[in-house]
């Protein structure tokens, strides 16, 4: 059986490159795949919490379903703006992004 602090370490791990995705990137894909690592960290440490806390409720499963639910909706709807913005602006460069300013 695996610990709980190993599954606390491989999320903090995935969380922190999710992090320096988020916010050293400028290509706006690239910063929609640190979103969803840093989605995916938060889905380890739900189910590790859940197998160590109530393994019998299906509580952390429920939640780990939601997020990868929303996971899909940001990647879908993240996408389509930025393929909007790439259409009009010829970027997907985050600087680049100024589209309500005059």
Known sequence: MIPLWMYLVVAAGLFCI????????RNAVAVLMGVELML???NINLVGFWRYMNPLETNGQVFAAFIF???????????AI???????RRSVVVDDVDLLKW
């Open 18 to 25: 999710g992090t320096y995705g988020v916010l050293a990137r």
């Open 69 to 79: 639910v929303v996971a899909a909706a940001e990647a879908a709807i993240g996408l």
């Open 82 to 88: 930025i393929i909007s913005i790439y259409r009009n």
């Open 40 to 42: 995916n960290a938060v």
